[in-house]
């Protein structure tokens, strides 16, 4: 088998890893992102903010 | 203000939130210069072209060992202080530390085939790499199976201590043992044996990975710190319904 398909192969490999490992992260914390937003609305997280300190 | 009161997770969240961007930004552009230097540097005298393996293989194991390196400085600010943003950071370094090592082995393995004859030999150094992942594995399965987060960060910061002893015996196997991998060429006693011309974009590669890596870990850092949001205001929120 030629070098060519080693080098190729290791590029694919690493690229398909890294990627899946920040699209795994971006889309946990898109899910985190909205679970809090929803929370909020609830007027949850509002309440929660004035108790700690953590408004805007 | 002690450095301490800096490391809480508000100000991390306020802090990471305007960095991010610009290391994620600055990986990209250090790794599109280092590719370019990559393929542009000579082929190595013996092993020709698949030297250019040696860019992406030789970072991935480094970052491999300081992934792991950073969780052991957090298991003791875990067990020490009881520090929130380390358990949140020793959290978030495993996945990304094992995808780091994971890729050092696949890739190692491709370097191997054309160069060695073959994939895989239970050498020191390939073996305690192996370790290495086996260890990210399973501190994440152990935090996994542990429904106190409080117990399992402890329980996890004591075993990244424990398998720590296996990072010097990672960087020192080639040296301790008789061994196919070959001998540290970059941070050895005597200086680099590699040539300029493939060690500069080598460091182009690595500095970029590493600023990829620490990208990635803040994202992770500042999913957990959302994650341990939402589950306290759930709680409270259900508290709340039961009064």
């Not at chain 2, 329980?155 to 196919?180: C, E, M, Q, Y």
């Amino acid at each position: 088998m030629s070098h060519f398909v080693f080098i190729a192969a290791s590029y694919g490999v690493a690229t398909l890893g890294l990627g899946l490992l920040a699209g795994w992260l971006l889309a946990d914390y898109g899910r985190q992102r909205r679970a809090l937003a929803e929370l909020e609305a609830r007027g949850i997280g509002q309440r929660s903010r004035r108790g700690t300190g953590d408004a805007p | 203000m002690a450095i301490l009161d800096l490391a809480n997770p508000v100000r991390f969240l306020s802090l990471s939130a305007r960095i991010l961007p610009w290391i994620a930004g600055a990986a990209v552009a250090t790794l599109a210069v280092g590719f370019f230097l990559a393929f542009r540097a000579p082929p190595d005298y013996q092993q020709g072209e698949t030297v250019r393996i040696m860019y992406i293989h030789v970072p991935f194991a480094w970052l491999g060992l300081f992934g792991y390196s950073m969780m052991a400085a957090s298991s003791i600010g875990i067990l020490v202080w009881r520090h929130p943003l380390a358990d949140v950071a020793h959290k978030a370094a495993a996945p990304v530390g094992a995808t780091f090592t994971a890729l050092c082995l696949v890739t190692g393995a491709l370097w191997g085939r054309p160069m060695w004859g073959t994939y895989w030999v239970w050498d020191a150094r390939l073996t305690s790499m192996l370790v290495l992942l086996l260890l990210y594995l399973g501190l994440m399965a152990l935090r996994a199976a542990i429904d106190d987060p409080n117990r399992a960060g402890r329980a996890a910061a004591v075993l990244t201590l424990v398998g720590f002893i296996n990072v010097p015996i990672v960087k020192f196997s080639v040296d301790w043992w008789n061994t196919l991998h070959q001998p540290a060429s970059v941070f050895r006693m005597g200086g680099s044996t590699i040539e300029s011309s493939l060690l500069w974009p080598l460091l182009v590669c690595a500095i970029g990975f590493t600023l990829l890596f620490v990208a990635l870990h803040m994202l992770g850092m500042r999913t957990e710190i959302l994650r341990r949001r939402v589950q306290a205001l759930e709680a409270r929120a259900a508290a709340e319904a039961m009064a």
